[in-house]
């Protein structure tokens, strides 16, 4: 059984090596020349697009950014899951808050900009403090300006001048403070039946995720609840197949979703140690038409991302319940390199081994991971 994904990046890699077991051959597209690519060693197979299309049993994704070409390509070959408007939606800003707002599923107030001139109406209706999000291409923050007040409103809009907002508008949201990021990953298959991981806890730096701790704690039945009926909505909506990452802010105990990602998702990480079948291996076994795995919790884990490191003291593998997974990848400024789940039998033992780690890392996960580790124990 074979199956293509689009993307060779790290999720990809990690679909393969979950597949391994169950017999699943997974390939990958290079999405920037179209190259059939193993997803582990990045060897080019040397194969075409059509043939390795064509000898796939389903085509997946593993980012929502696919070029246009190629997305109608492998929609045409009837065999891509979750489906074209699934990614669509989770790669276009707008199509997403369109949906959001059609299911009333509650989310962050909103303008959609087309002309920089409509930045003051934006700011009338949402206040000063805004986060303006390009509606494509952006993730770990790229692609978003931040706004304080009304003063660096001139700049920005010199800045934004250049952009053609006809082609890709801008939604500006109100800058919320909210109490904590969570997310929902859950995985759907061809017949409607959900299998939901508790929520993470998602701690984020620069825009970027760094550390999610999961399960979540101080989640009660309500909230729960909450996130689930509208992971399903959007989910039964779209008629998705695989796993879909949601994204809410918390306000009191009420969850405004930020965004959605059709595809295997960062703050699901933490499952490749912490829950009895991961994400990616159930991603698959969605695609594939599979019986859905268990999602049952093994243990209480945090998972923190290496960002930008060409290498790391390897000492840290010492700590009792560390796992690393790296992904072999060129090192730059904010990339992810590859992260850690660290394991324990509960959130206080949990909290010393986050302790033990973060004397390792560098100085911005600090702060985070002192807070963290002072809230679990
Ligand atoms: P991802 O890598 O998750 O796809 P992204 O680039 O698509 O990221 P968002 O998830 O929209 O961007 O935003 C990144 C982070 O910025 C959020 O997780 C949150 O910490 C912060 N953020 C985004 N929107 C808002 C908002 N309206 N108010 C306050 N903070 C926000
Ligand atoms: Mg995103
Ligand atoms: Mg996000």
């Known amino acids: 059984m074979s199956i293509l994904v689009l993307g060779s990046g790290q999720l990809a890699r990690m679909m393969a090596l979950a597949g391994h077991p169950l017999g699943l051959h997974v390939q990958a597209v290079d999405v920037a020349d179209n190259k059939i690519v193993d997803p582990i060693s990045k060897d080019v197979i040397n194969c075409t697009l059509d043939t390795a299309i064509n000898e796939a049993n389903v085509v997946t994704v593993e980012f929502e ?13 009837g065999k891509l899951k979750p489906n074209v ?42 206040g ?33 001048s250049k952009l053609d ?5 801008l939604i500006v949201e109100k800058m919320l403070s909210f109490e904590r990021e969570v997310s929902l990953v859950a995985v759907r298959n061809v017949e409607g039946e959900f299998a939901f ?28 609840q909450q996130a689930q009926d509208i992971f399903t909505k959007l989910a039964e909506s779209l ?69 930008g490191c060409k290498d790391f003291d390897r000492d840290m593998l010492s700590i009792p319940g560390c796992h690393l997974h790296w992904y072999g990848k060129t090192a ?16 206080k033992e949990l909290a010393k081994v986050i302790g033990a780690l973060s004397e390792y890392l560098p100085a911005e996960y600090f702060p985070m991971l002192k807070d ?6």
């Open 65 to 77: 950014h696919i070029p246009e070409a190629l997305l109608e390509t492998v929609h045409a070959s």
């Open 239 to 307: 008629d998705y197949v695989g796993v879909l990452a949601v994204e809410f802010f918390q306000i009191g105990q009420q969850l405004l979703v930020n965004e959605i990602a059709p595809r295997v998702h960062n703050s699901g990480h933490w499952t490749m140690q912490g829950a009895e079948t991961c994400q990616f291996e159930n991603h698959l076994r969605a695609v594939r038409g599979l019986p859905l795995g268990s999602t049952k919790v093994k243990s209480p884990t945090a998972m923190i991302n290496i960002i």
């Open 165 to 169: 907002l006809q082609k890709v508008p």
């Open 128 to 160: 000063e403090k805004l986060i303006i999000k390009a509606s494509r291409d952006g993730y770990d923050g790229y692609g978003q300006w931040r706004l304080q007040d009304k003063s660096q409103l001139p700049k920005l809009k010199e800045a934004l």
């Open 197 to 224: 991981y508790p929520l993470a806890e998602n701690l984020h730096y620069e825009g970027q995720l760094h550390v999610s701790i999961a399960p979540a704690t101080e989640v009660d039945e309500a909230l729960n």
């Open 372 to 377: 963290e580790a002072i809230r679990l124990a």
């Open 85 to 126: 408007e699934s990614i669509l939606t989770g790669a276009d800003r707008v199509r997403e808050k369109t949906l959001l707002e059609k299911l009333n599923i509650a989310n962050c107030p909103f303008s959609i900009v087309t002309d920089v001139e409509q930045l003051d109406a934006a700011m009338e209706k949402l």
């Open 332 to 347: 730059r400024a904010k990339r992810k390199m590859g992260h850690f789940n660290l394991c324990a039998d509960n959130y």
